[in-house]
């Protein structure tokens, strides 16, 4: 079964096997159920935060594609079951100039 | 002289003309008077096969010069007058033909004609030979190498600290970037600038495969078949748009005739203008068709010391300097007008002068180890990445381990480049919108993976507040 991570830019918050019923729910609720494994009370914090902010980036990397998503985003329309190791990251954002 | 703007030649000119054609010992006074310009240039065709008719002969690329533009009329055609018909180039030599020379009458007076090649078969090669650097130009990346971006140092060794920066290297940032688990990744193929030879059925075989080919043979054939490029002549600081014509011309009428078939010029236009129309239109089929293609790593120095390498992370040596850098692959991002572009691959690196963070962890350190145009750069290869961060943003990071403020700077430096453009912040007032990169539909972005950093992500916001992580 494929694992999937939870990220808050490079740290490391969550991890666990991605089961079938997970396809059924969007990335914001997915990303809710893995925050809920994660032992670091300060780090759920900070990615809950970040989920209300939507000029958050959320990335997900399978292999080597990345995509983008927002909370609302169906997972099927970014997974398959045959999908690989997931990765998904919650990053605040990083502005240029 | 210029024989396009004068009186058309009368008749007796016309009939003297003709005998010093055909009369060679009358060209001794013109002979005096070019004598230079008499022996034909270094590989041009001879007057036998001007005279057979050769058609193609001496059709190579171009050889371009350092700095030249691969697509440009004037590399293509060459300088001086020139004339093209039916897709043969042609270079006009102001001298009077030879017996059995080919020539070209333009406005009544003969020309020696020497021929450059055939545009299509020329647009062709030079769509083959110089793929890689075409693709990468689509593709807004440079195919020259980066070039001096820090001075050499004398010494790796950090002052002080009893460490020097190679033993930082090995011995603590290479275990950390092997943890980020990109190490278990293969490196991308064919990443390194070690081979760039040409020619020969493998090549040509890969080509074929690779669509180059069908992507070189498509560009010439739009571009030869463009309005204006298809019968022309460029005669001193004037271009002609030409068309088939049979009769007497009209007083002051450009009139060419070349092996029996004439033509008359219909269209008039300064020359350097029309040469900077059809070199922006060339540009634009070449990005078109070449910008389909993904170009290899950025062909920055590769000949200094690579210390370390996964597929993601890199530690190299280059003009005596230590980088950590991070490789970003394309990338989409969305403009204010709600329009994709495409942005190709980049490497960002941090140079590591000391084991001192806060030597190395600060400002204006993040750069791209290589020529590339984004909204956030200011200048060519080596240019710092644009990351308005407050102080306190760099504080945090010196605190940390030299190895994990890198990763978190080089991390930071990939959100800006990527999604560091939204609405909100002040990146739009700076830079209206990232049209340095080609446009790409979202189907196009999704049929090729690449993500794609949105502009508008708030609904209903207009404030502009400066975000910082």
């Keep these: 079964m494929a694992q999937t991570s939870l990220r808050l830019g490079l740290q490391q918050a969550a991890e666990r096997p991605l089961i079938k019923e997970d396809l059924r729910a969007t990335v914001g609720q997915h990303i809710e159920a893995l925050i809920e494994g994660t032992a670091n009370a300060n780090v759920a914090g900070q990615l809950r935060a970040a989920l209300k902010d939507p000029q958050s980036v959320i990335e997900i990397r399978s292999g080597e594609t990345v995509q983008t998503a927002t909370p609302d985003m169906p997972l099927r329309e970014l997974l398959s079951p045959g999908t690989g190791e997931v990765e998904i990251t919650v990053s605040k954002p990083h502005v240029g100039g | 002289m210029s024989v396009g703007d004068g009186p058309p030649a009368g008749a007796t000119v016309r009939r003297l003309h003709r005998e010093r054609a055909t009369a060679g010992g009358a060209l001794h006074g013109r002979k005096r008077r070019f004598g230079r310009r008499l022996s ?35 590399t293509l055609i060459g300088p001086g007058d020139a004339l093209v018909v039916d897709g043969h180039v042609l270079r006009l030599r102001w001298r009077m033909p030879r017996p059995g020379e080919d020539f070209a009458e333009v406005q009544g007076e003969r020309r020696v004609v020497e021929e450059v090649g055939d545009l299509r078969e020329l647009l062709t090669q030079v769509g083959l030979r110089y793929h890689r650097p075409l693709i990468a130009w689509a593709n807004r990346l440079s ?20 460490q020097s920066v190679e033993q930082f290297v090995h011995e603590r940032l290479v275990p950390r970037l092997q943890t980020e688990g990109f190490a278990r990744l293969p490196l991308a193929e064919g990443g390194g600038a070690e081979s760039e030879g040409e020619g020969g059925e493998e090549e040509d075989t890969a080509l074929t495969r690779s669509g180059i080919g069908a992507a070189a043979a498509q560009m010439a054939e739009r571009i030869a078949t463009s ?9 001193g600081d004037t271009y002609y748009s030409l068309v088939p014509f049979y009769g007497k011309p009209r007083p002051g009428q450009v009139h060419i005739r070349w092996r029996g078939v004439e033509f008359a010029g219909v269209d008039k236009e300064p020359r350097a203008q029309a040469v900077v129309r059809f070199d922006r239109h060339m540009a634009t089929v070449a990005r078109e068709v070449f910008s389909r293609f993904e170009p290899e790593t950025p062909q920055w120095k590769r000949s200094d010391k690579v210390l370390y390498e996964d597929h993601v992370h890199s530690v190299v040596v280059q003009s005596g300097q230590v980088y950590c850098c991070r490789r970003i692959p394309p990338y989409v991002v969305e403009a204010p007008n709600r ?73 930071s430096a990939r959100m ?54």
């Design chain 2, 143 to 162: 195919f020259e190498p980066a070039l001096e971006l820090e001075p050499a140092t004398a010494s790796r060794k950090a002052p002080g600290k009893g």
């Design chain 2, 40 to 74: 034909l240039p270094h590989g041009s065709p001879t007057s036998a096969n001007a005279a057979q008719g050769q058609r193609g002969a001496g059709a190579t690329a171009p050889v371009p010069r350092r700095g030249d533009l691969l697509l440009r009329l004037g």
């Design chain 2, 339 to 411: 329009k994709l572009h495409r942005f190709g691959e980049v490497t960002v690196g941090v140079p590591i002068p000391d084991v001192e963070p806060t030597a190395v962890v600060r400002g204006s350190a993040a750069r791209v180890m290589h020529e590339y145009q984004h909204m956030f750069l200011f200048g060519g290869a080596g240019a710092c990445i644009c990351m308005p961060r407050p102080a306190a943003f760099y504080q945090k990071l010196q605190k940390l381990p030299l190895e994990e403020g890198l990763v978190v700077l080089l991390e």
């Design chain 2, 416 to 469: 800006t480049m990527c999604s560091g453009y939204f609405e909100g912040s002040n990146a739009p007032y700076s830079h209206p919108t990232p049209n340095m990169a080609p446009l790409i539909t979202a189907r196009e972005a999704r049929a090729q993976q690449l993500p794609i950093y949105r502009f508008y992500r708030k609904k209903g916001s207009h404030s502009v507040t400066l975000r910082w992580w």
């Design chain 2, 227 to 235: 309005q204006g490029l298809q019968h022309f002549v460029l005669q």
